[in-house]
């Protein structure tokens, strides 16, 4: 069945439906990716976002439950050049199309891909539709042009505290902004007991419970909007625990500390992104997925400094604050999918709070 994706700018592309057929608007992003797509398909940090492909065959090893990062797909839509017809992997539960299906997410195939990627370069990321015709244009370009997306946060975060391996003997709580779990996982495996939060904790509420540590976790959508989470930050901050922020939590700390976040062009989505560590000067490969950076200029030298730098466009990619045991970062150490080349984050930040906790003790 023939499909159309339709841009912002009336740019439009005709391609094959596949998954649910469904009209859909989202803000149309690419992700660099040539292995992973259940993960990206289950990231909270998609939510209302269609995404494409830049590699050109998806779904040749199938859909194994046990690869996502969530209980759901959250992406709005996926783009891609070639839906894999057979997929081969001894893992495999059930084939790419037919998630797309049972988690009600449409799509299109024999899109030009590197074109549309091309076009997502010079003019940024922006609103797109899918839909099953091209009627009435001037109307659809107008609805995408008027179109809003906000709340992203609320609409993935947990909707009730929930603790995991409760055994673990350092507590640390982790403000779910649409944490991926590898993000537990990478916590459980270090002998955390992890207590999630929704988004809209009250810091009071935390800082009683005596942690050991903080997790500010990543998530979707535009940081500033997030003004609860920003001022319940501000009172996290103004206590002694260790905090580690990973993405949007690092652009929320920063903005409770007074800097400005602004927005991408095309963002960085992908397992590829080459990042300096300014410490010792080594570069390492990252998972990211993110479309705001923190605007360095805002930044005062006297609360915090830069410790990662982005090798490809000089942004933000990692804070440590003065006189604070807090550290952030912009990309995603639990890296999954992506390189394991900064997993050893979580060892930095589990070295302060076992202090904390020996101070505590």
């Known amino acids: 069945m023939v499909g159309y994706l339709i841009l912002?700018?009336?740019?439009?592309?005709?391609?094959?439906?596949?998954?649910?057929?469904?009209?859909?608007?989202?803000?149309?992003?690419?992700?660099?990716s040539m292995s992973g797509y259940m993960e990206t398909l289950t990231d909270p940090s998609y939510a209302k976002q269609g995404v494409v492909f830049t590699y050109p065959l998806i779904g040749n090893y199938g859909v194994m439950y046990q690869d996502t990062e969530s209980n759901r797909a959250w992406v709005s839509a996926i783009i891609v050049q070639e839906l894999a017809q057979f997929s081969s992997n001894f893992r495999k539960e059930c084939n790419l199309e037919d998630f797309l299906k049972q988690q009600n997410v449409p799509g299109l195939e024999d899109v030009n891909t590197r074109a549309l990627v091309k076009i997502i370069r010079e003019k940024g990321a922006m609103m797109a539709m899918i839909t099953g015709d091209i009627k009435n244009m001037a109307k659809k370009i107008k609805k995408l042009q008027n179109a809003k997306i906000n709340n992203h946060v609320?609409?993935?975060?947990?909707?009730?505290?929930?603790?995991?391996n409760p055994k673990g003997k350092y507590k640390i709580a982790l403000l779910d902004f649409g944490v991926k779990q590898n993000i537990?996982?990478?916590?459980?495996?270090?002998?955390?007991?992890?207590?999630?939060?929704?988004?809209?904790?009250?810091?009071?509420?935390?800082?009683?419970?005596?942690?050991?540590?903080?997790?500010?976790?990543?998530?979707?959508?535009?940081?500033?909007?997030?003004?609860?989470?920003?001022?319940?930050?501000?009172?996290?901050?103004?206590?002694?625990?260790?905090?580690?922020?990973?993405?949007?939590g690092h652009q929320l700390l920063s903005l409770a500390t007074g800097a400005v976040t602004k927005?991408?062009?095309?963002?960085?989505?992908?397992?590829?992104?080459?990042?300096?560590y300014l410490e010792n000067?080594?570069?390492?490969?990252?998972?990211?997925?993110?479309?705001?950076?923190?605007?360095?200029?805002?930044i005062n030298p006297d609360i915090a400094y830069v410790?990662?730098?982005?090798?490809?466009?000089?942004?933000?990619?990692?804070?440590?604050?003065?006189?604070?045991?807090?550290?952030?970062?912009?990309?995603?150490?639990?890296?999954?999918?992506?390189?394991?080349?900064t997993a050893y984050i979580f060892n930095d930040f589990l070295k302060v709070v076992k202090q904390h906790y020996a101070q505590r003790s």
């Open 8 to 32: 912002e700018n009336g740019q439009i592309f005709c391609g094959k439906r596949i998954g649910v057929n469904k009209d859909a608007i989202f803000e149309i992003v690419f992700n660099t």
């Open 154 to 164: 609320s609409l993935v975060t947990t909707p009730k505290t929930k603790i995991i």
């Open 184 to 248: 537990i996982r990478s916590l459980v495996q270090r002998q955390c007991a992890v207590t999630l939060f929704p988004a809209t904790t009250n810091a009071k509420f935390i800082l009683n419970k005596h942690f050991h540590g903080i997790v500010l976790s990543n998530g979707p959508g535009n940081p500033k909007d997030n003004t609860t989470a920003i001022s319940t930050i501000k009172k996290l901050y103004g206590s002694d625990i260790p905090i580690l922020g990973i993405c949007l």
């Open 263 to 276: 927005k991408l062009k095309y963002g960085h989505r992908g397992p590829n992104h080459p990042v300096k």
């Open 281 to 298: 000067q080594r570069v390492y490969i990252t998972s990211q997925n993110h479309g705001y950076y923190i605007d360095e200029k805002t």
């Open 307 to 341: 410790t990662y730098r982005n090798i490809n466009d000089g942004t933000v990619e990692g804070l440590k604050y003065r006189n604070k045991k807090i550290l952030t970062v912009q990309f995603h150490p639990e890296a999954c999918a992506g390189p394991q080349d």
